[in-house]
């Protein structure tokens, strides 16, 4: 069976320059897993898949993630990666790692699918 599957990195920078994180400017991942999932949900809704439309569901699912982190006001750069996989009887596993401050940085990662695809969208967080 082969497999089909879009993978898209889009970069953001928000805020401003972070004297003390206090707990307005922390990364809260029940906030940003909201943001992923209404993004997710708005772009996908109860789409079957179609490898023509995968670039751009990516697209739109990661645009609307960092207008939404934008909008935290947050002093953060933000990486969004975004994967869309047919399902078609093949896993679908990620992992990541980082080098960064855990106090400061975070990352959020989300997974829905349907009958026909699984999407996953991770979500970066680095303090600035």
């Known amino acids: ?14 805020g401003g320059v972070m004297e003390d994180l206090d707990n307005e400017n922390e990364f809260v991942v029940e906030q940003v897993q909201e943001i992923v999932r209404n993004a997710m949900e708005m772009t996908l809704g109860n789409v079957s898949y179609n490898k023509e439309k995968v ?6 699912i990661m645009d609307l993630c960092l207008k939404e982190l934008s909008k935290l006001m947050k002093p953060f750069k933000y990486v969004v990666t975004c994967v869309i996989m047919q399902k078609n009887g093949c896993g679908l596993q990620s992992a990541a790692t980082a ?3 855990s106090k400061t940085d975070g990352l959020c990662s989300v997974q829905v699918g349907n009958m026909t695809l699984d999407c996953m969208v991770t979500v970066f967080a680095m303090a600035i």
Request: aromatic residues 22%; negative net charge.
């Open 99 to 101: 080098f960064w401050d």
């Open 55 to 60: 670039n751009g569901w990516c697209s739109s």
């Open 1 to 14: 069976t082969q497999s089909t599957w879009g993978v898209h990195v889009w970069v953001c920078v928000t």
